[in-house]
């Protein structure tokens, strides 16, 4: 990598985006059948309240959101829909179906319970090459779910594509000097991604308790969230729980 590309910049802080994920509303519908919650009910609460988009992962096993659940969220609400989805030939053929506003390409395996970690796209470059091809000139914008690293950095600049997503689980799961590390990564790979001219979000394993310094980065754009607010949503309700976190990634820029 160049001495240019790892330049790091500072930006003045800016409008921090949220981005809600209602994937497990789903889940919790999955597990007793039927159609009760409604995801596209979350996706309303969360427009209603200040949530700037909607998030929905399409698994191949479809273990929450299903297909038919797309179109369904995307005429219920003005918010854009961020499209997870795997770098599979099936995924992109629904997203080019569906259209959503962007599409973020995530790592996937069947057995895991949740994404654990991010995409290697340095390793993956010619088979994600064609897939952000045909996605982008459909119009939909792509990002990918990437580790802080500056060598994934670099493959996403390779491939040309306007936003990354950092993962932000190491972070979300350590402590002490390691958490700051961890938060210093985070920091110093979103102002290297918008040096570079890619807008940065991050997203994963966030909480009341440790968003404030994430969204107090001043290069991150947006943040997505989903499993906490779902998780809060059955103490306090999800209009609450969508506020608060606004509030406090608000109080952090």
Do not use: W
Request: with cysteine; glycine share 8%.
């Amino acid at each position: 990598m160049t001495a240019s590309l790892l330049t790091l910049s500072r930006l003045r802080p800016q409008s921090l985006r949220l981005g809600v994920n209602i994937d497990h509303v789903a889940t919790i519908r999955n597990a007793r059948g039927g159609e009760h919650p409604d995801p596209v009910r979350a996706a309303q609460i969360v427009a209603s309240v200040g949530g700037d988009g909607i998030t929905a992962h399409l698994r191949e096993d479809r273990r929450h959101i299903r297909d038919e659940d797309l179109a369904r969220i995307q005429a219920a609400t003005d918010l854009p829909l961020n499209l997870e989805m795997a770098a599979t030939d099936e995924m992109v053929e629904i997203a080019l179906r569906h259209k959503p506003h962007a599409a973020c390409i995530v790592p996937e395996r069947r057995e895991e319970r949740t994404t654990e970690g991010g995409l290697d796209a340095a390793g993956q470059h010619n088979r994600l090459a064609p897939i952000v091809t045909r996605l982008a000139d459909a119009g939909i914008r792509v990002s990918l779910f990437i580790a802080p690293d500056p060598r994934q950095i670099e493959a996403a600049l390779r491939l040309r594509v306007p936003v990354v997503e950092l993962h932000t689980g190491e972070y979300a799961h350590a402590s002490g000097e390691m958490q700051a590390a961890q938060l210093r990564r985070i920091a110093d790979m979103a102002a290297l991604a918008v040096k570079n001219g890619i807008e940065a979000h991050a997203g994963h394993g966030l909480t009341y308790d440790n968003v404030a310094a994430v969204a107090a980065i001043p290069q991150l754009a947006e943040l997505n969230i989903g499993h906490y607010l779902v998780g809060e949503a059955i103490f306090v309700g999800l209009e609450d729980a969508v506020r608060r976190m606004r509030e406090l990634m608000d109080a952090a820029r």
